[in-house]
């Protein structure tokens, strides 16, 4: 009897925790599916850290690939921020389709992140080339 009880009590906490975690493989390809909907519904917090971790991606990858092929000089720098620039703007005017009004112009959203991504971008840069060009 006690070991029906704690086998019974082990497959509730087993449930819930699958539950906290979202269910699965389905639920994280939902969640991901959620960055590309159109439809939607965002608040201000939850679409400025899409943007900020989308351009942290975008400039740890330019970073990487510009150290790697070996790139130099200033007009990489600005290749990366118009590239940065261009997939953020795409990203909530194209492909969310919000009115950028409501989460603090262009200005707001297109600077979200832009600091810590340039550091990133600079830092993946100049570590790679360093390693792989000396």
């Given amino acids: 009897m006690a070991k029906a009880r704690s086998s019974a009590k082990q497959s509730r906490a087993q449930a819930q925790a699958q539950q906290q975690n979202g269910g699965g493989g389905h ?9 590309l909907d159109p439809e939607a519904s965002w608040d201000k917090d939850q679409l400025l850290d899409a943007v900020h971790w989308i351009r942290q991606v975008v400039g740890l990858i330019c970073g990487l ?28 005017a194209y492909a969310l389709k919000v009115d950028e009004e409501e989460y603090g112009g262009h200005g707001a959203l297109l600077q979200e992140g832009l600091f810590a991504s340039f550091t990133l971008f600079l830092l993946s840069w100049t570590l790679v080339y360093s390693l792989a060009h000396f």
């Fill in 27 to 35: 639920a994280l390809s939902s969640k991901l599916a959620r960055y």
């Fill in 65 to 92: 690939l510009w150290g790697a092929i070996p790139l130099v000089g200033a007009i990489w720098i600005a290749l990366f921020m118009a590239i940065s620039t261009g997939i953020i703007y795409w990203y909530y």
